[in-house]
């Protein structure tokens, strides 16, 4: 069975953690006891009804104020696919834990109120899920209860996110009109909305075509771990443990390692299976060579004929996420970039977007907490990468400052601006 | 297409991969409940023909089902690891905490200290859990590296981002992380895993007749540790454990479940989770499990 993993997203009280619960709920995913518990909190609380939201705001700090500070996980699977579901929190304080659940995210949900429509936080979690790459989306316009199930609503806030959307990479969108609250198009289609046609969100969950969302034409493998027993009944076994990044490796395959530049043939690939004969994106296995070369943690494995790019120098899409410390230009931070390690520093801001119109602001010499800017990067060794929208894990890195730990900011490699 | 399980088999032997690659002194508690069995095999695979580059620690209360117990012992020999066994009673016996006492005493919550001294008598920077995002509602907002300050702390209030699946491990000198590589998986995942790679387990998890008792609509095992008090009367009954931890915190279920495959039909029909049916710490109070772990548990 596929898996599919999903994030809610959204401004502050638009419906994410409800949506959950009611999608959990008429999918028959919650359990007894659960039920039994949140009943009783929302009992003791005087809630009217059951504020399903208990189901995902799990800490204390949450009840308390009655909204999701870090994203839950759940999990649950229907007789067509099995799902893993990031509830992401919409208050601005706590965009990077947003981020941290949109990252590995297949497909984001956009709650919108149907009441105030697309607001600055609806922006800035779209734009996010843009920058991510996050390759389908649905924006869920919610509380229909609340404006009568009004066609016009529904239509008027998709005028409105399409407007603003047309300057984002979206490449898959679909609207929905729903209420979290009633359940209306969550599981069962709306007897309040017959004039709304599409399917309902799980209808649409179920069946989301994400196949081709895999690069498998590119190959890379970052070598994580070099195997070497040190056994007398393997004396000549040397693997080199990865988690394939891109591409399909197959036994026979001429492959390069960067950045040494030599060449060599697989002879065979290992993984927690046994022998297989050929890895594809996602899987983790260990790579066999004809030749004994040099390898270590960090090294690219990739075809000869189709390299990453190889640079010192280069321009990401940086977003700040420590709220201690704005990025400082040519402050040193670890640069964590797959399996590798180095060291860099930011040269320039070329421009920050301003998140409510997304114009570039020029001039610009820091970013600060939950700020986006593009930026040039110079690095202490080269790294081997692709464009983040062709690879999103050779695209990837994260800045750690060196004196706190804290992770300071997520970057997207792009290719230069001719 | 990708199998679900097999990604998270990749998933898994990724972060723990790369927790050997970047850390100085990992261990891996081994309790030999299901899910740190399933855990230390896919150490196994993942380091595979080497041995496991690190040791496993069991944090033993002393209040153990015997079956768990042997079943360690030959666990780690038959995977050739090297076992090393913190032990709540020697912690009390050093007068670095008092027994609990009473009716309902449970040596549970003591654990912490015992897990947070042998962390640092060994000097280890990482310690991997078997926990599951799954299983309880703090335990799903836990990144896969968590952070722990120098007093074995969990905040989580200030959890790093974790994006991709790149993980920052870095920390000052006497903090450590714990790290969660089956976070994903589910109860359901776990036993599928068991089916396909034929992997053994304690025999209690599977159906078979015992003396137990009725305590909080549980059943309740009759042990030299967990008696029954005035009221309570003991009967046998034919039962199983779904989770295994601390015999006088884990309650038994009634089931006939005695193949693996009868086990995983049972569990794909529950109706209680496996802490709610098993687990009498957990009906301590709203946040339970937050409060413990906020204070350096599992
Ligand atoms: N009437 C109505 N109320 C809703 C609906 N969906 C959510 N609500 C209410 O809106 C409030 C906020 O809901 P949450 O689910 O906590 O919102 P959220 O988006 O998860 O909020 P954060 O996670 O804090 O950003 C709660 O009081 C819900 O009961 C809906 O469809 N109709
Ligand atoms: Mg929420």
Known sequence: MERLHFATVGSVDDGKSTLIGRLLYDSKSIFEDQLEHIEAVSKRRGDDYVDLSLLTDGLRAEREQGITIDVAYRYFATPKRSFIIADCPGHIQYTRNMITGASNADLAIVLVDARTGVVEQTRRHSLLVSLLGVPHLVICVNKMDLVDYDVDVFNKIRDEFESFASRLDLRDVTFLPISALAGDNVVSRSANMPWFEGSTLLHHLENVYTASDDNRIDTRFPVQYVIRPQ?????????????????????????????????????????????????????????????????????????????????????????????????????????????????????????????????????????????????????????????????RTTGSFILVDESSGQTAAAGMLLSPRS | ????????????????????????????????????????????????????????????????????????????????????????????????????????????????????????????????????????????????????????????????PELWGIYNGRHKPGEHFRIFPISNWTELDIWQFVADYNIDLPSIYYAHRREVFRRDNMWMAVSPFMKPEEGETVSEELVRFRTVGDATCTAAIESSATTIEQVIAETSVARITERGATRADDRISEAGMEDRKKLGYF
């Open chain 2, 1 to 160: 297409m990708k199998s679900a399980l097999r990604s998270l088999i990749d998933e898994s032997v990724t972060i723990i991969r790369e927790v050997a690659a970047e850390f100085e002194r990992p261990a891996m508690l081994f309790s030999g409940g299901k899910d740190s069995v399933v855990m230390l095999h896919l150490a196994v695979r993942a380091f595979s023909p080497s041995r496991v580059p690190f040791p496993v620690m069991h944090i033993d209360t002393g209040h153990n089902f015997a079956e768990v117990i042997e079943f360690r012992d030959r666990t780690v020999r038959a995977l050739d690891v090297q076992l090393i066994v913190g032990s709540v009673q020697a912690s009390i016996d050093a007068g670095r905490m008092q027994d609990a006492t009473g009716p309902r005493a449970s040596r549970n919550p003591l654990q912490t200290v015992t897990l947070l001294d042998s962390i640092k008598e060994h000097k280890f920077d990482a310690v991997f859990g078997g926990a599951r995002r799954d299983e309880e509602r703090a335990r799903a907002k836990e990144r896969v590296y968590s952070h722990r300050d120098a007093f074995g702390q969990w905040d989580p209030k200030t959890q790093r």
């Open chain 1, 231 to 391: 056994r007398a009944d393997t004396p000549d076994y040397r693997g080199y443990a990865g988690r394939v990044a891109g591409g399909v490796l197959r036994v026979g395959d001429d492959i390069m390692v960067l950045p040494s530049g030599l060449t060599s043939t697989i002879t065979g690939i290992d993984s927690p299976d046994g022998p297989m004969t050929q890895a594809e994106p996602g899987q983790a296995v260990t790579i066999l060579l004809a030749d004994d070369l040099s390898i270590t943690r960090g090294d690219m494995l990739c075809r000869p004929n189709n390299r990453p790019r190889a640079s010192q120098e280069l321009e990401a899409m940086l977003c700040w996420m420590d709220d201690a410390a704005p990025l400082q230009l040519d402050k040193i931070y670890t640069v964590k970039h797959t399996t590798k390690l180095a060291r860099g520093k930011v040269s320039n801001v070329l421009y920050r977007l301003d998140i409510s119109n997304l114009h570039r602001e020029t001039e610009i010499k820091e970013l600060k907490f939950n700020e986006i800017g593009r930026v040039t990067l110079h690095t202490t060794s080269p790294l081997f990468f692709d464009d983040y929208h062709q690879n």
